[in-house]
């Protein structure tokens, strides 16, 4: 049975660490996201442990599970954070984070992101276009400071994932063309309200394999190398998020696995001075968490048994999306012998596309708990109301202890701000 770490049975029943989750459902109803804190700070000693004696930067790409409480588990650990909005800047400010630890991503930065950004004295802004890095530079220029940029270079590799998270080929939206990288550098080198500080590229997501990392890195290595010759040096070099998590059987890549071959790649190239940064999201929460659902009914037709079940697509987006597999699991289980069923796990919502999961063999009585698992990454960041829905509660175990660490939200909050004519 492939249940995560922190999830196991004790007596017949799913618990997330000490704490069954048929307690909890009936303590705070469902649907309701459980993230254990152990869980969270395991998945980041496999980082601490595969950076020990580096200089490595983790910053935690918080569009994966941005609670506040998340986030302030992995401020305590050291970990920065890799922010894509000013939204997200304002939530790492909340919880008393570091700015200088701070990469800023993503393709569409607005001016008064870049602003609350420098403010703030993040560490840099991943640039993406040149667009950008000059509509950085008239922005720092306006308020008297140096913006610190590293180019979000596109290496064209491809991470072998599903094509909605790849990003480091050609054809996507992401980065600037490794072949323009160097003139953008000498643009930029040029412009006094910009100091270049380093490199970056995320090549994709949910990757199980060190190769596309290593071939993205020959090639920011040979970039580095061109620049340092225009007298152009760099202190920084961010290799992305991208590691993959165990939904059902994948084989793992390891933070230290990969790092280990990294750092063999740099030592061999002369640049171990360079700081490694990295910008992991689902590997540091995606099995910290489930998103537990109560079956409403069962409903039996000629050509499919469906559980349908109070979670919807607009709790966990992910299988209709990209046609995502997480495990099921009940939570009191009974025996499966003969009576087991497949069943496709399907919530409320009017749309076909309402899906959770297929094809699962379950005995399934109505009323009964089952938990989805690996549901701590972009489960409830891609949460929406859609069908005028109040988003689940999120809880945090730890121990014995359930936390709500965000409460559900009220129906009459849903509308409270919203106006009829006269
Ligand atoms: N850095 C950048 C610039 C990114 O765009 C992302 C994710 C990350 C870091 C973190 O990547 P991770 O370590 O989590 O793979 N919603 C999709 C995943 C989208 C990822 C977008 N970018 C999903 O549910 O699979």
Not at 117 to 127: E, I, M, S, Y
Request: aromatic share 6%; hydrophobic share 45%; proline share 3%.
């Amino acid at each position: 049975m492939t249940v995560a770490h922190h999830f196991q049975f004790r007596d017949g029943v799913l618990h997330a660490e000490d704490t069954s989750l048929a307690d909890l459902a009936s303590e705070f109803g469902t649907p309701l996201y459980v993230y254990s804190r152990q869980a969270l700070h395991d998945a980041w000693e496999a980082y601490r442990v595969a950076a020990q004696g580096r200089n490595v930067l983790v910053c935690f790409g918080m569009k994966a599970n941005s609670n506040l409480a998340v986030l302030n588990e992995f401020k305590k650990l050291g970990s920065g954070f890799d922010i894509v909005s000013g939204g997200e800047l304002a939530r790492v400010l909340a919880v008393g984070g570091d700015a200088s630890r701070i990469v800023f991503s993503g393709v569409g930065k607005q001016e008064w992101e870049m602003q609350a950004a420098l403010k703030a004295g993040v560490k840099c802004f991943n640039v993406e276009s040149e667009a950008e890095l000059l509509r950085l530079a008239q922005v720092a220029d306006r308020l008297g400071m140096v913006a610190p940029v590293s180019l979000r270079v596109n290496p064209d590799v491809d991470a072998q994932t599903h094509p909605y998270i790849s990003t480091g080929l050609k054809e996507n939206k992401f980065g600037i063309a490794i072949e323009s990288a160097v003139a953008v550098y000498q643009r930029a080198a040029t412009l006094p309200s910009l100091k270049v500080v380093g490199v970056d590229c995320h090549i994709g997501s949910q990757i199980t394999e060190s190769a596309p990392y290593l071939d993205a890195l020959d090639k920011l290595i040979a970039l580095i190398k061109t620049l340092a010759g225009l007298g152009i040096d760099l202190q920084h070099l961010d290799l992305g998020g991208g590691i993959g998590i165990r939904y059902t059987d994948e084989t793992l890549l390891s933070p230290s696995a990969l790092l280990d071959k990294v750092f063999q790649v740099l030592d061999a190239q002369g640049l171990s001075h360079l700081q490694l940064v990295l910008e992991p999201g689902r590997s540091l929460v995606g099995n910290a968490g489930v998103l537990l659902t109560k079956v409403e009914y069962l409903k039996h037709s000629e050509a499919k048994n469906f559980a349908i079940v109070d979670a919807a697509m607009n709790d966990l987006l992910r299988p209709t999306l990209y046609g995502a597999w997480h495990s099921v699991e009940a939570v009191t289980p009974r025996d499966n012998t003969n009576v087991a069923q497949s069943y496709d796990i399907v919530g409320p919502i009017c749309e076909s596309g309402d899906w959770l999961a297929r094809d699962r063999e379950l005995n399934l009585e109505q009323g009964d708990l089952i938990a989805i698992m690996s549901a701590g990454a972009y489960a409830f960041t891609m949460a929406s109301q859609y069908n005028t829905r109040p988003r689940a509660a999120e809880i945090m175990v730890d121990g014995t202890q359930a936390h709500v660490i965000r409460p559900r939200e009220k129906m009459e909050d849903l509308f409270a701000t919203e106006k009829v004519l006269n």
